[in-house]
C-alpha cells in the first residue's frame, strides 16, 4: 500500500526547519527515508525500525509512531544541499510482501540562500 | 568500491518493440530490485530477485519480467512497448542478509523514451 507523503513541496530559506510526514493505513515494521536529488539516483538517509531503532544520517533525525503508522522526518537548520525530493519507503508487517518497500510520491524540498 | 550499475542509461523504441535493461550490484549484493520512476507517481515497485529468485512482485502487467544471474547481475525485459511505459528504471541491491528490507542503493537509471 503506497503511504502518503505531505507536504507535496516546501519552500524553505537556508537556515529554516522543515518536517515532512510519511503515514500508511499498513501495520508498519519499518520506514526507510531517500532523498533524490534532480537528474541522481535516490540516496539512503534514514531506516527507522519497529521498537525505536534507527539508522542513517547524523544531521536529519525522524521519527516513527509505530501505534499510528506515521513517521517524520525533521530537517533542522536547512542547507542548500538539503535540496530534492525525499522519498519514504514504508515495510509493511507480515504478509506476503516481507523485506518489500512501497515508495510515496515524493516531498519536493527547495532551499534558497 | 564501484556502485550500482546500470545499461544502457538512456534509450529510445518505438510503441511495440521489446527492451532488455541491465543491472549489475554492488559486490556482495544478491538482491536487486528494480522500480519504475514516472514525475508525480514516485517509485513503483517492479520486482525484486534475490540469489535468481523472484522475491516479490509488484502491480505490473506481465510484459515486464526479470531475471537474475549467478552473479547477482540483473535483466529487466519489457515486451510490447507501449507509450505510457516512458520512464526512468532504476535498479537498487542490498545485502538483504535477514527477510526484511535493508538500506537499498540505487543505480543512476535507465531513462525510457517509447515513440
Known amino acids: 500500500q503506497q503511504p502518503v507523503q505531505s507536504p507535496q513541496a516546501v519552500i524553505l530559506r537556508e537556515g529554516e526547519d522543515a518536517v515532512i510526514n510519511c503515514s500508511s493505513s499498513k501495520a508498519l515494521y519499518s520506514v526507510h527515508w531517500y532523498r533524490q536529488k534532480h537528474g541522481e539516483a535516490p540516496v539512503f538517509l534514514m531506516i527507522l525500525l519497529k521498537g525505536g531503532e534507527q539508522k542513517g544520517h547524523e544531521k536529519i533525525s525522524a521519527s516513527f509512531n509505530e501505534k499510528k503508522q506515521q513517521s517524520s522526518l525533521y530537517l533542522t537548520a536547512s542547507q542548500l544541499s538539503y535540496s530534492g525530493t525525499y522519498f519514504c519507503g514504508t515495510e509493511e508487517s507480515g504478509g506476503s510482501t516481507l523485506g518489500r518497500l512501497y515508495f510515496g510520491r515524493g516531498t519536493q524540498l527547495t532551499v534558497w540562500p | 568500491k564501484a556502485g550500482v550499475t546500470q545499461t544502457p542509461r538512456y534509450l529510445i523504441k518505438t510503441r511495440g518493440q521489446q527492451v532488455t535493461l541491465s543491472c549489475s550490484p554492488i559486490s556482495g549484493h544478491r538482491s536487486v530490485s528494480w522500480y519504475q520512476q514516472t514525475p508525480g507517481q514516485g517509485l513503483q515497485f517492479l520486482f525484486e530477485y534475490f540469489s535468481e529468485t523472484q522475491r516479490n512482485k509488484g502491480n505490473f502487467p506481465g510484459r515486464f519480467s526479470g531475471r537474475q544471474f549467478s552473479n547477482s547481475r540483473s535483466e529487466m525485459n519489457v515486451s510490447t512497448l507501449e507509450l505510457g511505459d516512458s520512464a526512468l528504471y532504476l535498479c537498487?541491491?542490498?545485502?538483504?542478509?535477514?527477510?526484511?528490507?535493508?538500506?537499498?542503493?540505487f543505480g543512476p537509471g535507465t531513462r525510457l523514451l517509447v515513440l
Open positions: 537498487a541491491s542490498s545485502f538483504r542478509t535477514s527477510g526484511r528490507a535493508e538500506t537499498q542503493y
